[in-house]
């Protein structure tokens, strides 16, 4: 395997509006609002977290959430995503969305879609990380509340940390990613994060205790995460020059017996 997989196409009619918008740049630029990296010290960057750059999701093909009632709280099920429901809905009644570095200046570029990789079901984040105009940074992320109009967060405190099915398929045979996780207690600028390596080409579930995660921005070096208040979980490519072909089948909370 020489590059980033081919869509085999779960929702092609998806794939293909993406492709056929070229996954426009213009658009991930567009839409929303997303913090620079303070620095060039990007595994510790601020500010790379907030907001949308860019859903994989077609403009001509509309696709109907169901009520509130209908999902199961990822807490209750354990559950963040299973890729049971439709893209780019999550199956505890969120949606993932892709991240890039450009509203600030920079220059890295990313889209987000369903597809088979692998014969497995998986969002693949597809893009290039690049450190020009202090950027660095792709990623794909999503809240984890089922009702924000009831909580903002939710209380993980039941469990010991959180899995990812994986695959990483870009150009090198080793990379490195991170899960980024904010809480009540981080500011735009701030969140926990936490580091796992891939080789390429094989699902891999990694397991991540919370005791993995560690505070980065304003306030939160010497502060422990707080599970009780988690807000929002992120899959982030960063911190060097790199394609990333990056696609997550599947993401939960675990308990150790």
Not at 174 to 179: C, L, Q, T
Not at 203 to 221: A, D, K, M, N, V
Request: hydrophobic share 35%; proline share 2%.
């Amino acid at each position: 395997m020489t590059g980033c997989y081919e869509s085999k196409g779960q929702d092609n009619s998806v794939v293909n509006d993406v492709n056929n918008e070229k996954k426009s740049m213009a658009f991930l630029r567009k839409i929303g609002k997303v913090g620079g990296a303070a620095n060039k010290d990007f595994a510790n960057a601020m500010g790379v977290d907030e907001g949308p750059a860019g859903k994989a999701e077609s403009s001509r093909r509309k696709v109907v959430k169901k009520a509130k009632h209908a999902y199961t709280l990822c807490t209750v099920s354990g559950v963040v995503d299973d890729l049971s429901e439709q893209f780019p809905f999550t199956s505890s009644g969120n949606q993932w969305s892709a991240f890039t570095d450009t509203v600030m200046g920079g220059k890295s570029n990313g889209s987000l879609s369903r597809e088979e990789i692998e014969g497995k079901s998986a969002n693949v984040l597809r893009g290039h990380v690049s450190l020009a105009n202090n950027g660095g940074f792709i990623q794909l992320a999503t809240d984890m509340a089922l009702d924000p109009s009831v909580a903002l967060t939710v209380d993980a405190s039941d469990f010991d940390g959180i899995e990812l099915d994986v695959l990483h398929g870009g150009s090198m045979a080793k990379e490195s990613f991170n899960v980024h996780i904010k809480n009540s207690d981080c500011l735009t600028t701030a969140s926990y994060r936490a580091t796992f390596d891939l080789e390429k080409g094989n699902w891999l579930t990694i397991r991540l205790p919370w005791s993995e995660f560690s505070g980065h921005g304003p306030g939160l070096s010497q502060t422990p995460m707080n599970i009780s208040i988690i807000r929002r979980i992120g899959v982030v490519a960063i911190g060097k020059e790199m394609d990333v072909c990056l696609a997550l089948g599947g993401v939960r909370f675990y308990s150790v017996i």
